[in-house]
C-alpha cells in the first residue's frame, strides 16, 4: 500500500498536456517510400497511436482536433489512408506492433465509421 501512495504523491502535480512528437508544425507530407526508410531504422516494437479526428458532437472535456460533422462519409479516405499506413508495419523488417491506442474520435462514430 505504501507504493501506491508514494506513487500518488510523485506523481500527483500538473503535467504538460500529450503533445505529437514532433510537434505538428514540423509535420511535413510523407511518401511511402520515406514512411518504410523512417520505419526500418529499427528493429524495435511499435507503438501506433491512430487520431481519428471526425466526431458528431465536440465533447465539453475534448482538446483533440477533431472535425465536427455528422456525414460519417466524410471519413472514408481518411480511415483508407490510416489502413495503408498500417500496413506499412509489416513492411518495415515485421516488426511487432505491441501497443495500439485508438483516439480523438467519439465511439459512437467510430462505429459508424468502421461498419
Known sequence: MWDALH????????????????????????????????????????SIYVHIPFCERLCLYCGCNVVIKKDHSIADGYIENVIEEMDLAEIAHHRAVTQMHWGGVHDACLKTIVN
Open 7 to 46: 506513487l500518488l504523491k510523485r506523481y500527483n502535480q500538473p503535467s504538460p498536456r500529450y503533445t505529437s512528437y514532433p510537434p505538428v508544425p514540423y509535420w511535413q507530407v510523407a511518401n511511402r517510400d520515406l514512411l518504410i526508410s523512417a520505419l526500418r531504422k529499427s528493429t524495435a516494437p511499435l
